[in-house]
């Protein structure tokens, strides 16, 4: 009987790690698979209609469209997961109430729109493996955000991981412009420092869109699918409405290369379309673009819910590494000596900044080595900020107050 209880528990506990090992590899593949997608749709060449001859898919305002398309999908498979909770009669609590107005998310939505289109932009201008290590640059300023409208509370580790990012965001910014080479990509050395900026200056419109998000969800206990569902409706819905003035606007950001458009227009959405109908490959990168979005937000979602965020986190920067990896091997840029030590140190700084590393490893030597007797004095607080918590708070006014007293 006992034996039969143990077999049972063990083949629970092999299907529950083959499911996080599966949903792991999904958000990795997914997630590499949408920033190679985007990039690859901007470097390929296709007949259209303005002009009819081939040309660069240069339509940032059109992917991000298509991108929250694919997080519009989010809802779709949010309603699927919510019925079937119904029909099979199980508990609805952790939904939350659904009895909220679904206008809430339209100002996270719009920072959401803003920030993506600039990000596409960005990425027509630099590196696909710089685009990815410089959306990590997104912690400085949500921590920022979150002391000033949530009230949190940031840790030494936090500070000290943010100093790192920035270290690392302009060791990335110098090795791109400094040992530019432009044989690969047809991109010059201003376009590529200014792709850059344009990727940090996004982060500060996300980090917005991210501690707006924290407060709708602490307050109505959403479920992070239907919410990144119904910003993927907002967003999908209002760019679809913009678009139609920005085909009449008589202007064009600067192009990457060449300035190939017969007619001028801010984003020309005919012109995409006949650009998907003219190459495969621009509609493959497309719909790759859509579907690889809606994937990586739910093996996202699931990943936090399931395992927990910092492992999440250790994810996406081997999402980071990867890609960089594959933009080398394809071609689609040059190795930089600059380019490795910048992400390490960005890297480094995500580590910090998550507690991954430094403190928990002066934690372990305290408990280790019996040191914890060198910190016998001093109030309990005092022994807590350095041994008990994984980090010390350096802005808590009331905290230092009580324990001076």
């Known amino acids: 009987m006992k034996s039969a209880i143990n077999f049972h528990l063990d083949s629970t506990v092999m299907r529950g790690a083959i499911f996080n090992v599966a949903v792991a590899f999904l958000m990795v593949s997914t997630g590499t698979i949408n920033t190679l997608a985007a990039k690859w749709a901007d470097l390929n060449t296709a007949g259209g209609s303005n002009p009819t001859a081939e040309h660069y898919y240069d339509h940032p305002f059109f992917q991000a469209a298509t991108m929250f398309m694919g997080e519009a999908l989010c809802f779709v498979a949010f309603k699927i997961w919510f019925f079937y909770r119904i029909v099979q009669k199980k508990d609805l609590s952790s939904f939350g109430d659904q009895k909220f107005n679904p206008f809430i998310w339209a100002i996270p939505a719009m920072c959401d ?95 917005v869109q991210m501690t707006v998000e924290e407060k709708i969800m602490k307050r109505y206990k959403i479920q992070p699918l239907q919410g990144v569902g119904w910003e993927g409706i907002f967003g999908f819905s209002t760019l679809t409405v913009l678009l139609i003035p920005m085909y009449f606007i008589p202007w064009h950001l600067p192009a990457s290369s060449d300035f190939w458009q017969e007619r001028t227009s801010f984003e020309d959405t005919i012109d995409a379309f006949h650009q998907w109908g003219y190459s495969a490959q621009v509609l493959v990168a497309s719909l790759g673009l859509v579907f690889s979005i809606a994937f990586f937000n739910f093996a996202g979602l699931t990943v936090t819910k399931t395992m927990n965020a910092t492992t999440r986190m250790v994810l996406d920067t081997l999402r980071s590494i990867i890609i960089w990896v594959l933009s080398l091997a394809v071609g689609w840029q040059k190795f930089e000596p600059l380019q490795p030590v910048g992400y390490v140190i960005l890297f480094v700084g995500i580590w910090i900044y998550y507690d991954l590393i430094i403190m928990p490893a002066i934690r372990w030597m305290v408990a280790k080595f019996g040191l914890k007797k060198y910190f016998a004095k001093g109030s309990s607080s005092e022994k807590e900020r350095l041994l008990g918590q994984p980090g010390y708070v350096i802005n808590n006014d009331k905290e230092d107050k009580e324990a001076s007293s």
Do not use: E
């Open 113 to 207: 729109l803003i920030g993506t289109s600039i990000m596409y932009v960005g990425l027509t201008w630099t590196y696909a493996a710089s685009f990815q290590m410089l959306r990590g640059s997104v912690i400085i300023f949500t921590g920022l955000l979150s002391v000033a409208f949530l009230g949190n509370k940031l840790k030494i580790h936090h500070w000290v991981g943010m100093v790192t990012v920035i270290v690392g965001l302009v060791v990335v910014g110098i090795g791109d412009y400094v040992f530019f080479d432009g044989s690969s990509s047809g991109l010059d050395k201003n376009t590529v420092l200014a792709g850059d900026l344009l990727i940090v200056l996004a982060q500060i419109i996300t980090a």
